[in-house]
């Protein structure tokens, strides 16, 4: 039998959701700032006495309303916080699990894709991904296999806000570690990031892609084009990046480096005349041409717009550029 106490306990707990059932909008929304502001930090256990062992039943109700609800955007701070409570409730893996059976996931991830939700209301839903990604590899590969990369990356790069941008950053950094079944579906978002117009995003990626990189081992070829899109921009941070972007290519074989070096000479010389001068005074066009010389790997001759036979390829893997006298002089000049 249950003593008296434990049975006023339960009681309490069943006018409460009696309450919370009946309640329309406002006063739900008064209910969850409550739970927020006297359940900071606490633990599943104290979590289990403050609801008489039934916290669950709490949780399930606001989880509903969420599902009801998310995209009219209806109290959704205070939804997004009061699950928050649940998911970092130490000893509190069970609400976890709750949560993900009810489709828990997916619906974070949507809250990313919806316009009319607030920037704020999106930071939270980041928050909780970042919760449940940092609970298990099982669960970060749950995140991915709900294409979760793909619309975590498409918020990152239309997001105007910095702070909930450097959110972002971190849950991708986390999904990019101890994930080896989807590592690599990490790797390519953030590659692909780097041709965003954001130039936030930009920045942040090519740091979180030098961690990956390591893990990864060997770079991804496609990585070539989205790091010399990133050489154009004007934003002083993304230049900062930009001293180490580079060094993320030293894994690609020598002919694909020789391709993104090729690539690279050209944007240079492209926009600046003074650039190519100086180029071809450091004798780079000697070294294009025994690039195109390769008949081994023919992606070097196609950065550089030229088809050859094999007797032109000969030729120019042995030539010797000779520069013309009063360039050379000029060229002299100008470096002392």
């Not at 104290?46 to 709490?58: K, P, R, V, Y």
């Not at 109700?61 to 998911?87: D, H, V």
């Not at 909930?164 to 953030?190: A, C, F, M, R, S």
């Not at 008949?295 to 120019?316: F, G, P, R, S």
């Amino acid at each position: 039998m249950t003593s008296i106490k434990e049975q006023a306990a339960i009681s309490r707990l069943i006018t409460f959701l009696q309450e919370w059932d009946s309640a329309g909008k406002v006063t739900r929304k008064h209910i969850l700032e409550n739970f927020i502001l006297a359940n900071q930090d606490k633990t599943g256990p104290e979590l289990e006495i403050e609801f008489s062992q039934g916290a669950s039943l709490f949780l399930a109700r606001i989880t509903a309303w969420l599902r009801l609800t998310y995209m009219y955007g209806t109290c959704l701070e205070q939804q997004l916080k009061s699950i928050g409570i649940f998911l970092s409730a130490a000893s509190g893996q069970r609400y976890l699990l709750e949560f993900l059976e009810i489709g828990g996931i997916l619906t974070l991830l949507e809250i990313l894709g919806l316009k009319q939700v607030k920037e704020e209301d999106k930071m939270e839903s980041v928050k909780l991904l970042q919760l449940v990604a940092k609970s298990g590899r099982k669960f970060k590969e749950l995140i991915c296999e709900s294409y979760g990369v793909r619309s975590i990356a498409e918020f990152f790069a239309t997001s105007k806000s910095e702070a909930t941008q450097e959110q972002v950053q971190i849950l991708l950094d986390t999904l990019g570690h101890g994930n080896p079944k989807y590592q690599n579906q990490v790797y390519k978002g953030l590659i692909a990031l780097l041709k965003c117009t954001s130039p936030k995003a930009q920045q942040l990626s090519l740091q979180t892609l030098r961690i990956i990189q390591s893990i990864v081992g060997k770079a991804h070829p496609s990585i070539v084009d989205s790091v010399l899109s990133v050489l154009r921009s004007l934003n002083f941070e993304v230049q900062y990046e930009e001293a180490g972007s580079l060094r993320l290519m030293e894994s690609l074989p020598a002919y694909v480096q020789q391709a993104a070096a090729a690539k690279t000479i050209g944007i240079l010389a492209q926009e600046s005349r003074e650039v190519a001068e100086e180029l071809i005074f450091l004798n780079v066009v000697h070294g294009l041409m025994c690039a195109m010389g390769n008949k081994d790997h023919t992606n070097d001759a196609a950065n550089l717009y030229l088809n050859m036979d094999a007797v032109q390829a000969d030729i120019l893997a042995t030539n010797i550029v000779n520069i013309p006298a009063d360039c050379l002089a000029k060229g002299k000049t100008s470096f002392t």
